[in-house]
């Protein structure tokens, strides 16, 4: 259970949520595993106390911080989101958390701060990084305006409860108009730098997860079609399920009215 | 010949010969998965996306099959006994029963037959064309498995079931190009279909 009240946003929407089983049995954590299930079967392997978070690069006030020292200062919000997953499935979730945007300010990152970099913590005996399916530590970033736009949260729980390890204990970022690899978990480092990070899915295969990677239906991937999604919802496994029809994907998951700006003049077939 | 193994039975000497239980041993295995899949699927055993795991699901078990079946010649060879030709065409029509279930669940559940959507697919997503090959290589060789069949069409029978080989490989190279981080699966279906063709090209040569 999340201590102190929770605050609801104007930014969340309403259709229906996805059920908690759902959310934290159906999870893509290549650390924890690679399998959708192994994530919530190797939980108790990640260690998240005692926590820290690293801030350091292009800003006044670097450090290293306890998970209580990033969180104090913040009121502790409830975003429910859309999370559309590059494999064209999609849950909706709702989130506690706070906006990066307020994270970045403490900081003070200076003129020469162009976009944030992540790292998420490396636990050599955790079974996804003893097999080296990406290359550790996974790393996601985003441009400036896009780390300070007040959609970008940083969470620390769903469903009102602290964050399950599957998800991304203690601290992730989410990034609701982004498919879901940029929403980066368990987070123990930000930095802010000049030039554009490297990512990890990016590296991994570059013609296929660019480092912007919007959800965007018109643009075509190789391994699944983006322009649906099967939505994960409120119940599991029942024989209804097989018959759920997909929707249609929307540009920038539906938040397009919120971030198009961001991207005025780029050609989002090329910065995908 | 025949008469002589029929006479042997007839007297029940010996009393069980474990060949005659080999094939519904081998076919209560074979159909294992099965069962267990849809227990899973009734149970909500299959998580929140029911319909992913049984493509997956499906598709692997299809992969292993078509490796299975295609076991049985290097293992004649290497045992230099022939009951392992017994059991071909039950495996290969095994193999072919996960493969339509696979594309079945493709077809009518994860696309619900749009035309537009699955021709996408094809169009754009090698993978989907490579596993579409197979499947296409697969259908005349599992309707010509009859012993009808294999006797009207004779030496022609066994060039067309050569396509298996093809067929084989085309299923492997679909599940190594869709697969997305964690190549170790299906680099280990590559490594066992490489040994069991190379079998053959080995023994085409000598």
Known sequence: ?272 | MSESIAATNRLGLPALRWQSILKPVVFVLALTPFVYLVQSLLTGGLGPNPIDALTDTTGTLAIRMLLISLCVTPLRGLLKKTWPLKLRRMLGLFAFFYVFLHVSIYLVLDQQLDVAAIWEDLAERPYILAGTMALLILIPLAGTSTRGMVKRLGKRWVSLHRGVYVAGAAAVVHYVWLAKGDLIEPFVYLAILIVLLGYRFVKLLR
């Open chain 1, 1 to 272: 259970q999340l201590s102190g009240p929770i605050v609801k946003s104007p930014f969340s929407t309403d259709e229906e949520l996805s059920s908690l089983e759902t959310v934290t049995t159906y999870n893509n954590f290549y650390e924890l595993g690679t399998d959708k299930g192994d994530p919530a079967r190797n939980a108790d392997q990640l260690k998240t106390e005692p926590w820290s978070v690293t801030i350091d690069g292009e800003c006044a006030k670097p450090g290293v911080f306890t998970l209580e020292d990033i969180l104090k200062p913040h009121a502790i919000e409830e975003r429910i989101y859309r999370m559309r997953c590059v494999e064209a499935w999609s849950m909706v979730i709702p989130w506690n958390g706070f906006p990066l945007a307020d994270l970045i300010k403490r900081a003070e990152p200076n003129s020469k701060a162009k976009y944030v970099a992540f790292e998420t913590v490396v636990q050599e005996d955790l079974p996804g990084v003893k097999r080296n399916v990406l290359q550790w530590p996974y790393r996601e970033g985003l441009r400036m305006d896009e780390a300070m736009h007040p959609l970008t949260l940083m969470a620390m729980g769903l469903y009102g409860e602290e964050l399950p390890a599957q998800n991304g204990a203690p601290l992730r970022l989410v990034v609701p108009w982004k498919y879901g690899y940029k929403s980066i978990k368990s987070v123990v480092r930000i930095s802010f730098v000049e030039k554009q990070p490297e990512t990890s899915w990016n590296m991994a295969g570059p013609s296929e997860y660019g480092f912007y990677s919007n959800v965007n239906p018109d643009r075509s991937h190789p391994r699944w079609s983006q322009a649906k999604e099967r939505r994960l919802s409120g119940d599991t496994g029942g024989l209804s399920s097989l018959f759920s029809s997909k929707s249609e994907t929307r540009f920038m998951n539906g938040y397009a009215e919120q971030v198009a700006s961001l991207y005025e003049g780029m050609d989002l077939q090329k910065f995908h």
